[in-house]
């Protein structure tokens, strides 16, 4: 359907599986232990600007993964190298918060993941004295967002950052391509992505984001355009 994909990644027993829940009521089973979720869980997600996106939770990353078990893992993990977009959410009450981040960058350069964009959101607030909120906040790092998957704190920001992400370089786009446009319905395909398909006596009714360099091409057909906010 081309709808873009978001994957949740972080360190094994980050929230990752509570986030999911959260955004999507998908009860997906939650427990504090290490690969509480071994097979990726998808669900549709529906965006405040009314984009619909797809959400996969997936395996939690660990730390010098023994041999045996790296090749299970291996292509579960490689579906994250189709996402469209990265969340990264990290447990910032643990002790060893840095060094589970770093583990997880070094994993997406491993499986081919390096180049998607990603946000990163630090997780588990509730979890922290007023002292080391404050300090976490003080050394925040541009675009990083503070949440609390568990009690729904920050999930709105995250929600906004997800659609301007995904969308900063689209265009929203309502158009009526003729039959004789099969080209053009071919890349809104192939290029964008489609929110609705209908077809007409006239055309291929299509609406939904294109890149910004190729809105041109379908301006003729147009019905309805404005830019992504």
Known sequence: TNVP?????GYTNAG???LLNTLTNANIYVADQLFATLDPTTRQLELPSGQTVVLTDTVGFIQKL???????????L??????DLL???VDIS??????????????LLEIGAGEIPIITAYNKLDL???EELEHVRGNLENQALLISAKDGIGISALLDTIGRELFATYAELDVLLPYDQGQLVSLFHEKGHVQKLEHTEKGVHISGFIPKELQAQFTPFLRKAHKVK
């Open 87 to 89: 969340v990264h959410i």
């Open 128 to 130: 922290l004295t007023q």
């Open 66 to 76: 023994p041999t045996q078990l790296a090749a299970a893992f291996r292509a579960t």
């Open 78 to 83: 490689e579906e994250i190298a189709e996402a």
């Open 16 to 18: 990752k599986s509570t």
């Open 94 to 107: 643990h002790q060893n918060a840095a060094q589970q981040k770093k583990t997880v960058l070094e994993t």
């Open 5 to 9: 994909v978001v994957a949740l990644v």
